[in-house]
């Protein structure tokens, strides 16, 4: 019977057991390579959740949710968590996603019009900078937002707490993964027609999926954060007995 256990419990060919786990760019291209067909899937998912353009906001954490299963390589049912995420989170994502366009759009605007005005006046440098570093921090700030919402139930104001101290900690990782979904669109209207497919097939998964890459660890950190840092509370006698 020595050969049947061996054949269970010896070492896969190739595969280490003690292998170190890849981390950074190696951990994002094995799991793209693994759930390439699931980003596929949930690609079309997203496009069908959000036809209706109000129901966008809770696609996008239907998405996230999906996709940050996929970061912690947990087990997924794509058309189930999906939906249950979708209705699940979806006044708060519509809320959220109400006021985070907001945000943007007054920072965009602001950005054109003290562009448009430092052209004749230097001294509108000045606001146009802090107009380009507010709007670049709310961006990464909505995606630390919506992987946390995803991630716990948290009250609102906590939520945008831990999201903004995410922000700081580490927004480097939030801002190249928003290049890479830049880059995305870009490669798709470059290469248009050939690219037409692009869109349909992966831009919007792979777009979640680096922004959950991206800004997982953050928010695991800041996640962590409160209960490291909560100050210990001795039992009353009270709740002792």
């Given at each position: 019977m020595q050969w049947l256990r061996d054949m269970w419990t010896r070492e896969g060919p190739g595969i280490a057991k003690d292998a170190p786990k890849r981390t950074g760019l190696a951990l994002f291209a094995?799991?793209?390579?693994?759930?390439?067909w699931e980003m596929v899937k949930l690609n079309i998912l997203f496009i069908l959740a959000g036809l209706f353009v109000v129901t966008l906001p809770a696609a996008l954490a239907a998405m996230a949710r999906v996709s940050v299963a996929l970061v912690e390589d947990r087990n997924t049912y794509l058309l189930r968590d999906f939906t249950e995420a979708f209705l699940r989170y979806f006044w708060r994502a519509t809320a959220w996603g109400l006021a985070l366009c907001g945000a943007l759009a007054i920072g965009?605007?602001?950005?054109?019009?003290?562009?448009?005005?430092?052209?004749?006046?230097?001294?509108?440098?000045a606001p146009l900078t802090i107009a380009l570093v507010a709007t670049a921090f709310i961006a990464v700030l909505a995606c630390h937002l919506i992987v946390l919402m995803v991630m716990r139930d948290l009250p609102a104001l906590r939520l945008l707490r831990l999201a903004a101290l995410a922000s700081v900690i580490r927004p480097l990782p939030a801002l190249a993964a928003l290049a890479f979904a830049a880059c995305l669109w870009l490669a798709h209207?470059?290469?248009?027609?050939?690219s037409v497919f692009m869109p349909a097939t992966f831009n919007f998964s792979l777009g979640?999926?680096?922004?959950a890459f991206g800004v997982h660890r953050a928010a695991v950190t800041?996640?962590?954060?409160?209960?490291?840092?909560?100050?210990?509370?001795?039992?009353?006698?009270?709740d002792a007995s």
């Open positions: 094995e799991i793209l390579v693994r759930e390439w965009i605007h602001a950005i054109v019009t003290y562009a448009a005005g430092a052209r004749d006046n230097l001294l509108l440098s209207i470059l290469f248009y027609p050939v979640m999926f680096a922004v800041v996640l962590d954060l409160p209960n490291a840092t909560q100050p210990h509370r001795e039992p009353h006698a009270r």
